[in-house]
């Protein structure tokens, strides 16, 4: 299935916005899994499995994985959740961007060895750096628009002809990128009312809202601006406030409870 009907179906089907990601940090880990062989794979699969139907996505970010050299451990982890949690899809956090040529490759690195259902890229290098991704119609095609970061704003934020590039980019994406309806855009949920016009250029098109929990975005800001007419629009991201939320044998559990108060905190300010 298309990941934008993948998508459509959980927002719909199961009630939630929430994107769970997936940023392991050994030093973070519980202590009985600490320095263990597969410690990784371990954790990620714990709170994968304790968080999946309370999830629209997951969302691995892939250099916690290269860092470790524990991509194995990521190829694993996509498998596992494919197999198991059939219906959630997975979004490759990459942030790619490269000439054509090396971005086959980079396409076929989150497609072919991943098997990523959608993945993160930067827009910058122009049209022809996002082509290999364009062309799987299938797969979903995550675009960096407004970043979450302090210094999002030192090139995003730039006049370009009496509009922000980064709305430049939105409309761009909208109107030239879009023809197989697989685009979706990055806007952090630090930026509420930027995220807002971004939301008015690119109609109803899903936004990746990371920046909630440890970066401090505000939900309720980031709904009023960001949702849909009909509630929805939105995979809100959070990693680091899910995945630590507890530190003991029950890190599994508390990150569920975290995951479930986000999922609720979410809905309450839903149509
Ligand atoms: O593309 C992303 O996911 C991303 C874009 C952005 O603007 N800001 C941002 O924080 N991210 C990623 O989202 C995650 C945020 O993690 P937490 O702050 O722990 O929720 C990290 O994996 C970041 O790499």
Redesign the pocket.
């Known amino acids: 299935m298309r990941f934008h009907d993948t998508l459509q179906q959980r927002w719909r089907e199961h009630g939630t916005l929430v994107c769970v990601?997936l940023?392991p940090e050994p030093a973070k880990f519980p202590a009985h899994l600490r320095g263990t062989a597969d410690a990784v794979f371990a954790f990620c699969a714990a709170i994968v499995d304790a968080t999946a139907d309370l999830a629209c996505a997951f969302?691995p970010?892939i250099?916690?994985f290269a860092a470790l050299r524990a991509e194995d451990a990521l190829e694993r982890l996509i498998a596992h959740i494919h197999d198991r949690h059939p219906g959630v899809p997975v979004?490759l956090?990459a942030?790619r961007g490269d000439i054509g040529s090396t971005a086959q490759h980079y396409a076929g690195e989150a497609f072919d060895r991943y098997q990523a259902d959608a993945v993160?890229l930067n827009p910058y290098l122009g049209r022809d750096s996002i082509a290999p991704f364009l062309e799987h119609a299938d797969k979903g095609v995550?675009l960096?628009c407004?970043?979450?970061?302090p210094g999002?704003a030192d090139f995003q934020a730039l006049d370009c002809g009496g509009v922000p590039l980064y709305l430049r980019v939105a409309e761009t994406i909208a109107r030239d990128w879009n023809a197989n309806g697989n685009c979706a855009l990055?806007?952090?949920a630090t930026w509420p009312e930027e995220l807002g016009q971004v939301r008015d250029v690119v109609g109803d098109m899903p936004l990746?809202v990371?920046?909630?929990?440890?970066?401090g975005g505000d939900v309720e800001a980031v709904l009023r601006h960001g949702l849909t007419a009909d509630g929805s629009g939105l995979m809100i991201?959070?990693?680091?406030?899910?995945?630590y939320a507890g530190s003991g044998e029950d890190f599994a559990q508390a990150a569920r409870t975290a995951a479930m108060e986000l999922r609720d905190t979410i809905n309450r300010h839903r149509p």
Do not use: W, Y
């Open positions: 990601g940023d969302k970010q250099a916690h979004i956090d942030k993160t995550i960096l407004r970043t979450s970061n999002g990055v806007t952090g990746l990371p920046g909630i929990g440890a970066q991201s959070s990693s680091r406030a899910i995945l």
